[in-house]
C-alpha cells in the first residue's frame, strides 16, 4: 500500500519548516514584548473539559480518543442496540484532541490559580485538532499563536492586543490588513430589539457567516433557526452600515437606544477605537464591524478579527473579551481578553505575497571533504573548534569520489568547503574553497574562521 498522511494534515520540508519558524518567531519576539510569558497544555484534554465549551458546531468538530484497551467494555447491549453515538460517544471516548488554546488555558489558570500573580499574561504556540472539512486555508492539524490575559476588566488590554496585531503583521511586512472590531453586547442588544433574545447562538452563529454566504444565505439560516420575519426585517438595515467608524457606531446607536446592554457595548467599543485613533497603528487598519459575530459561547465583550485585504483566504487572527470563562471550570468572575494568530493562514498570505525573501533553509557554512579515516579525524578536530565559534559546520559522512561530495556541497547550497588530505595535514593546514566564486587558498583555522565569518 502506498503510503499517505491523513486528509488535512501535512508533512513540511525544511524550507516549509524554516518559514514556519520565521513567522513563529517574530510573534514570539512580539508576544515577549508586550509582557507575555510562555506555557504549554497537553496535546489532549479530559472530555468534560473541552465539550460543551464551543457550542453545537464547535462539539462536533471535536476529535475524540477512544479508550484504551476495550473500549466497548461500559457500553451495554442495548446502547449499542439504540445506535445514539451522544449516548455511546462517553462511554468510550474520556479524552479529546484539544480543539483551541483558549478553554485549555482556563483550565490551566483554575488549575494553578494559587501559583499565579494576577493579572496573568501568558502566550502559547501549539497545534489545535478540528474535525473539519479541509479546505485552502483550512487544515484538520493547525498551529495557533495565542496570548490571553486574565485578572483585568480594563479596556486597555483591548487597546494593548490591537497594537500587538499591528505590530507583529508590520515586522512581517503585511501592509494592508484590517483589524475588524464589534461587541458581543451589541449583538445582544441586537437580538433584544428585534425580540430574539432566546435564538441569541443562532443569530450570532448566521450573522458571522455574512462573508461567506451573503445576506441572502444569513437570513434563509436565520429562517431555518425558526427566526421570525419580523425580527429578520428589524435586522435589515445592518447589513447597508456604511461611513467610517464613528458614523456606524451613531446608526447603530439609533438601533439599540433601547437597549441597555447594546449601549454598553457601544460606549466598549467607542473608548477603544478613540484610544488607538490617538496613538495611532503602523499598517494595520481599524474597522468597526457590525455584522462580526465569532461563533464562540465564551466571548462576552469585544470580539476581533483580522483579514488580510489583498488576499483571498479568510482571517488570520482573531479573539475577544470573556467575563467567565474559568466559571465553567468554578473559578467565577475572572475577566480575560485573548487573541489568536493563525500560523498557517498567515504562511499562505506571505507565500503568494511573496514576503518570504529573508527566510533560507538552516544549513552548514562548511562543509569538510572526507578523504579517509585520519583525515575525516583530523577534521573533526577542526569542526569542533568551529562550532564552539557557532559556525555550522558539517563531515562529509563517507569517504566517497570528490565529485559525489561537492555535489553535494552544491545542492545544498553551502558556501565553502574544507580539504584536508596528507599535505595539510602535515603543514596543520586546510584548503578553503569558496564555491560562489571558486577561489580556493590554503589557511590554517584562525584564518578559515576569519574568512567564514565574514
Not at 397 to 415: E, L, S, T, V
Request: aromatic share 10%; hydrophobic share 40%; net charge neutral.
Amino acid at each position: 500500500m502506498k503510503p499517505s498522511i491523513p486528509k488535512g494534515t501535512r508533512d513540511f520540508s525544511a524550507i516549509e519548516v524554516a518559514k514556519r519558524n520565521y513567522i513563529f518567531d517574530i510573534i514570539k519576539e512580539i508576544f515577549e514584548k508586550f509582557g507575555f510569558a510562555p506555557i504549554e497544555t497537553p496535546s489532549f484534554e479530559k472530555s468534560e473539559t473541552l465539550m460543551g465549551k464551543y457550542g453545537e458546531e464547535g462539539d462536533r468538530l471535536i476529535f475524540k480518543i477512544l479508550n484504551s484497551g476495550d473500549f466497548l467494555q461500559k457500553v451495554t447491549p442495548a446502547l449499542l442496540t439504540e445506535k445514539n453515538s451522544k449516548s455511546i460517544t462517553p462511554k468510550i471516548s474520556e479524552k479529546a484532541l484539544r480543539y483551541d488554546l483558549t478553554v485549555p488555558f482556563a483550565r490551566y489558570v483554575v488549575q494553578h490559580r494559587n501559583e499565579l500573580t494576577l493579572p496573568f499574561k501568558r502566550y502559547q504556540m501549539q497545534a489545535v485538532w478540528r474535525a473539519d472539512r479541509p479546505q485552502k486555508g483550512r487544515f484538520r492539524e493547525f498551529y495557533q499563536c495565542d496570548a490571553d490575559v486574565v485578572g483585568s476588566k480594563s479596556l486597555w488590554q483591548e487597546v494593548a492586543f490591537i497594537q500587538l496585531y499591528d505590530a507583529v503583521f508590520d515586522k512581517l511586512g503585511l501592509k494592508d490588513v484590517s483589524i475588524k472590531i464589534n461587541n458581543r453586547k451589541v449583538l445582544a442588544g441586537i437580538a433584544e430589539v428585534i425580540g430574539a433574545q432566546d435564538k441569541l447562538i443562532d443569530f450570532t452563529v448566521a450573522l458571522d457567516k455574512l462573508d461567506k454566504i451573503g445576506k441572502e444565505g444569513v437570513i434563509t439560516a436565520l429562517k431555518n433557526k425558526d427566526i421570525s420575519d419580523s425580527a429578520i426585517e428589524k435586522l435589515s438595515p445592518l447589513f447597508d452600515f456604511s461611513g467610517d467608524n464613528t458614523a456606524k457606531l451613531s446608526q447603530l446607536e439609533k438601533l439599540l437606544e433601547n437597549s441597555e446592554i447594546g449601549m454598553e457595548g457601544i460606549t466598549d467599543m467607542r473608548f477603544i477605537i478613540a484610544a488607538i485613533e490617538k496613538i495611532g497603528l503602523e499598517t494595520a487598519d481599524l474597522m468597526a464591524d457590525i455584522t462580526l459575530a465569532r461563533g464562540l459561547n465564551y466571548y462576552t465583550g469585544t470580539i476581533l478579527e483580522v483579514t488580510a485585504n489583498n488576499v483571498s483566504m479568510g482571517s488570520i487572527g482573531g479573539g475577544g473579551r470573556y467575563d467567565d470563562l474559568t466559571g465553567i471550570f468554578g473559578l467565577k468572575d475572572l475577566s480575560g481578553m485573548g487573541i489568536s494568530f493563525g500560523l498557517d493562514r498567515i504562511y499562505l498570505v506571505l507565500e503568494e505575497l511573496d514576503l518570504f525573501d529573508k527566510v533560507i533553509i538552516p544549513k552548514p557554512e562548511v562543509l569538510f571533504i572526507n578523504f579517509g579515516e585520519k583525515e575525516a579525524l583530523y577534521a573533526l578536530l577542526a569542526i569542533k573548534k568551529l562550532r564552539k565559534e557557532n559556525i555550522r559546520t558539517e563531515l562529509y559522512p563517507d569517504a566517497a569520489k570528490m565529485k559525489k561530495q561537492m555535489g553535494y556541497a552544491d545542492k545544498r547550497a553551502i558556501n565553502f568547503v574544507a580539504l584536508a588530505g596528507g599535505n595539510e595535514i602535515e603543514n596543520k593546514k586546510y584548503t578553503l574553497k569558496n564555491m560562489l566564486s571558486g577561489e580556493q587558498k590554503l589557511v590554517d583555522l584562525a584564518e578559515l574562521m576569519e574568512i567564514v565569518k565574514t
